[in-house]
């Protein structure tokens, strides 16, 4: 597998688990290579809002790695990819990324994506935000990373959760030049939109 089709996915504990486990199927869909790293915390998460186990998960990417392993290949700059995306990414996540703290293997990933000067997607979840939070957030765009929380398309006429996430997906999958799948792009007041549905 080449590095153009190479993807690190990170899963943070935030709340916003489908996400991530959806942009694993997202990325299966497009003969991606999805490398999977998780948080703790996104295990417990994803239990809760989506009922899933651990494994469920790590099935849907081509290789997984212990959020301890700092020697997993995801940890080197040698190992190249097209980029990350942290999905979602918790403001604990954010503040290590923005500060170049790498206490764990999926901060340590976003920090390597960062100094390879590879594209860093964060789908910052927290609502509202404090002073520190917007700091960070700052502090990661000016080294790199796009700060890309999942705000609802309501344009789009969204009938369903569903298609509420996919559209945010594949507006952030659009920022690695992947053509994911249809959605209801804004062509304008009045011009009629294409369905979404296949």
């Known amino acids: 597998m080449t590095a153009d089709m190479r993807l690190v996915v990170g899963i943070s504990g935030a709340s916003g688990a489908i996400y991530g486990v959806r942009l694993l199927e997202l990325l299966r869909t497009l003969d991606v290579e999805a490398h999977l790293v998780m948080s703790r915390t996104a295990q417990i998460t994803i239990a809760h809002e989506l009922g899933m186990k651990p494994g469920e998960v790590r099935a849907l990417a081509a290789a997984c790695y212990d959020n301890e392993d700092v020697a997993a290949p995801i940890a080197s700059g040698s190992f190249r990819t097209r980029g990350m995306i942290v999905a979602p990414c918790s403001m604990r996540s954010l503040a290590e990324i923005a500060n ?33 939070h917007l700091r960070n957030m700052v502090a990661a765009t000016e080294m790199g990373a796009i700060i890309c929380p999942p705000v609802p398309a309501f344009y789009a006429r969204p009938q369903t959760i569903d298609e509420l996430v996919d559209h945010t997906l594949v507006r952030v999958l659009d920022l690695f030049g992947f053509d994911a799948k249809p959605i209801r792009r804004w062509e304008g007041v009045g011009k009629p939109r294409p369905a979404s549905r296949q």
């Open 100 to 132: 170049g703290v790498a206490a764990s293997l999926l901060t340590r990933a976003a920090d390597v994506a960062l100094k390879e000067r590879s594209k860093l997607v964060l789908m910052a979840r927290e609502t509202p935000l404090h002073l520190g």
